[in-house]
């Protein structure tokens, strides 16, 4: 079956006001009902990459007059082929809102702003930022990015930040979602290097999902595994019985974070049956035979008692990997967000290695990418990388990246920036007094909230740049700037595929809200360091520079002459050098010739012993809290679409905790009961669903709901500092 019912979705837009034109088109009849005034069609089309998950799906914008007024999916596109979920459909609909920001406010009092205009908002930001530099030094302002702007954006703001305005630290919200896969693929294969193509959804016959719930959180990757015509095996390893797991083949419903024990257990298996590859592991990699040593500690009596699986079900999966000739393994939020994420991805990573599952059709150890643009963010963000993947500690790449973008070099950091935690642990110390955030929402969506919330106080100035001026972040600001959204301004988004896709202008945005590109443009003037981004007129500009930083990298796509070829080619997928040849093939994966990115070219087996679960359940707090996406039309915290008519039809209003009916008898607690849960930090009100989707003794709250993360537990993976979103102790309080 596939979730996205689009005749609801279509009556739904059907029951909206003022949007016959969108009615016309999703109508099964189409143009040519005679309802709609001739003057009212759309007169042109054109085409741009969506704006909310990692998919990367491409839509048609159906234009009047040069203002986009609908959209239908593209057919012909190699990512979606023709599909979209809700919120690819309701994309323009999200930028129409009271909520917009339309002008720079200052705060005048703890609950009140007032607007400014953009000169007395870029003075008061220069002024402010510049004298607690000066009396506390450079390092003492901050910032925090995103994975949901343009990259060329991402990139100005980095550059500027760190080469312009002196900052050493900054950081962005893929933190809180891609660092541990990053890690991960850093340390195993020596570069941040996500190996496959969508096509491999196609071409698998066992797929393994591992804490990852495709059917809400990517419904398009999960509709391309529908297309698969091997009547593949869906294996799905997740602690509750999610839609993905309800379509599954086999679901390993394992105990929370027995993830390590478990993949270790199988890999002890393959190897005492001999069910490995041998001559791959030979050529390709290191470190094996530790890692035989290492998982021999894990017989299957262990695992059984570890995960609450049987015995017989994990010699099936043991079985399928070993049956299935193009295995391959996705995984999401329920590997990353842990205290030991890195090692989780990696114990996927390594049992790709060794059954010799990898570069070639169908195969991989495949993070999946959650924001739209995680993986721009990832390579030229200029946070935990120098942008184009360098590194900020090699004298070499500074070298390379203040030669291509003439800068001084002695501008670039010698020194790695905090990670996001320390950000905020160094503004409770009292060493970083001003924070920008651009394009995130960390007073709703960051780890235990009451913490986060008190700590942006401390600042001496917060500024905040976002679409909306009610953010649960803005709420905090001294200095608010409004920004336009996607489809009010041009560049590219990379996709979860490494695939570079184009974002256009197709209306504006309201008020004074500026693209993030003129905002930062404006700033570099502000500040007085306009002249290093003299070169840096448009998007394409930066583009072009980005192409010459990637050069060379395993990222490199110098390759790609300009935007319209990316058009021209339906997206491209890094790496494309100069000297490849064109057009470029449209369905590409990293590793065909098994060389990897360390210095001697092989991968490594990374192992090491699972740590304890820093909170776990008591007598006190006895449920684990697990915590995730809800519904495939809502998205994150919800600023923007809580702004649709239709997206808001489809998901519950209320926050609601999704609870095991024998929890339910146990407390007295009836379907639809508001109850409170209460963590060590925080608690809230609501709606229990008494539902089998959740194991007893475990609990599911989303995190589109403002309170959620009141009750989280601010630990962090070891290697990648990621947050352990997914797990901490909680009770149920009746009424
Ligand atoms: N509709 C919608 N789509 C989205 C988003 C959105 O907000 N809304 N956000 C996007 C972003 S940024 C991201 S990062 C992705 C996230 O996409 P997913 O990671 O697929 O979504 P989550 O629901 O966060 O987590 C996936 C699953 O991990 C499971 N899990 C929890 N703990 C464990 C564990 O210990 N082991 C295992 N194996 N599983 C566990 C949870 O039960 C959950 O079902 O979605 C992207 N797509
Ligand atoms: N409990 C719990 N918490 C979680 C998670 C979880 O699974 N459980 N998941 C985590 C994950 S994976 C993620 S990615 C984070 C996401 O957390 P956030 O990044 O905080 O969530 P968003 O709502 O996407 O915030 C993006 C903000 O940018 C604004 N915005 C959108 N487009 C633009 C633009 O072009 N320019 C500017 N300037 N602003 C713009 C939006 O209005 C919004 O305020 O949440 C994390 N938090
Ligand atoms: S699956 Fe993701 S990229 Fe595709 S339409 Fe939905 S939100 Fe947009
Ligand atoms: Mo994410």
């Known amino acids: ?178 660092a541990s896969a990053v890690t991960a693929y850093k340390q195993s294969f020596g570069f941040d290097s996500p190996p496959f193509t969508y096509q491999d959804l196609e071409e698998s016959d066992v797929l393994v999902f591992v804490g990852a719930n495709p059917c809400i959180a990517h419904p398009i990757m999960w509709e391309r595994v529908m297309r698969n015509p091997h009547s593949p095996k869906i294996i799905v390893v997740d602690p509750r019985r999610t839609e993905t797991a309800m379509q599954s083949t086999l679901h390993l419903q394992i105990a929370p974070k027995s993830d390590l024990p478990l993949f270790y257990g199988i890999a002890n298996i393959l190897i005492e049956r001999g069910w490995i590859n041998e001559e791959y592991i030979q050529a390709h990699t290191d470190d094996f035979e530790a890692f035989t040593a290492h998982v021999k500690a894990y017989p299957i009596e262990r695992v059984v008692t570890e995960t609450g699986l049987t015995q017989e079900t994990i010699e099936q999966f043991a079985e399928l990997i070993h049956s299935g000739k193009r295995v391959s393994f996705w995984w999401t939020m329920g590997v990353n967000q842990s205290y030991q994420g890195v090692r989780t991805a990696q114990s996927l990573i390594n049992l790709a290695l060794m059954t010799g599952n990898i570069g070639k059709p169908g195969t991989g150890p495949n993070s999946i990418t959650g924001q739209c643009n995680a993986m721009g963010s990832r390579l030229f963000s200029n946070t935990t990388n120098l942008l184009g993947g360098h590194d900020f500690l090699n004298e070499e790449h500074r070298n390379k990246v203040a030669d291509i973008l003439s800068i001084p070099v002695d501008q670039i950091p010698a020194e790695n920036s905090l990670p996001y935690h320390k950000i905020i642990e160094g503004i409770l110390a009292g060493k970083i007094k001003g924070l920008w955030v651009i394009c995130t929402n960390p007073a709703h969506s960051w780890i235990n909230q009451g913490q986060i919330r008190d700590i942006l106080d401390r600042l001496d100035f917060l500024v905040v740049q976002d679409m909306y001026h009610n953010t649960e972040t803005a709420r905090h600001a001294d200095l608010i700037l409004p920004a336009a959204g996607w489809g009010e301004k041009e560049g590219t988004f990379i996709n979860a595929e490494r695939r570079i896709g184009r974002v256009k202008r197709v209306t504006r945005a309201p008020g004074q809200a500026l693209s993030d590109f003129s905002i930062f443009k404006l700033i570099a003037q502000y500040w007085g360091c306009a002249d290093l981004f003299s070169e840096w007129k448009s998007p394409e500009d930066v583009f072009q520079f980005m192409k010459q930083l990637s050069a060379d990298q395993p990222c490199d796509f110098s390759g790609i002459e300009d935007y319209a070829e990316i058009e021209e080619q339906g997206g491209i997928q890094w790496p494309l050098a100069e000297t490849e040849a064109k057009p470029p093939e449209q369905q590409r994966r990293l590793f065909s010739d098994g060389q990897f990115f360390h210095s001697n070219g092989r991968a490594r087996f990374m192992f090491s012993e699972p740590t304890k679960m820093p909170e776990p359940p008591n007598e006190q707090y006895p449920f684990i809290l697990l915590t995730g996406r809800g519904t495939a039309s809502q998205w994150h915290t919800q600023t923007r679409t809580k702004n649709s008519d239709v997206l808001r039809k489809l998901y519950p209003n209320q926050i609601y905790v999704e609870m095991n009916p024998q929890d339910a008898t146990h407390y007295s607690i009836k379907p639809n009961e508001v109850i409170f849960v209460e963590s060590q930090r925080g608690r809230l009100k609501a709606r229990a669903f008494v539902t089998q989707s959740v194991q007893p003794k475990q609990l599911f709250i989303p995190m589109h709901y403002e309170e959620t993360n009141r009750l989280t537990d601010a630990v962090f993976d070891p290697y990648s500092s990621q947050p352990s979103y997914k797990c901490c102790a909680v009770r149920v309080v009746k009424n």
């Open 1 to 178: 079956m596939s979730i996205i019912d689009r005749s609801k979705l279509t009556s739904l837009i059907h029951q909206k006001e003022g949007h016959l034109t969108r009615e016309l088109l999703l109508s099964p009849g189409g143009f040519g009902l005679g309802k709609v005034p001739e003057k009212n069609l759309p007169d042109a089309t054109t085409q741009m990459v969506c704006g909310f998950c990692g998919t990367g799906c491409n839509l048609n914008v159906h234009l009047k007059d040069g203002e986009g007024v609908c959209i239908t999916p593209t057919t012909e596109y190699p990512v979606n082929l023709g599909m979209a979920c809700p919120k690819g459909w309701e994309a323009l609909s999200v930028l129409k809102s009271p909520d917009r920001a339309v002008s720079p406010l200052v705060k005048k009092s703890p609950s009140h702003w007032e607007p400014v205009d953009w000169d007395t908002a870029l003075s008061l930001f220069s002024r402010k930022f510049k004298a607690i530099q000066e009396q506390h030094g450079a390092d003492s302002v901050a910032f925090l990015s995103t994975g949901q702007m343009v990259t060329e954006e991402m990139a100005f703001l980095g550059a500027l930040a760190k080469f312009g305005m002196g900052m050493v630290h900054g950081d962005g919200n893929t933190r809180q979602c891609m």
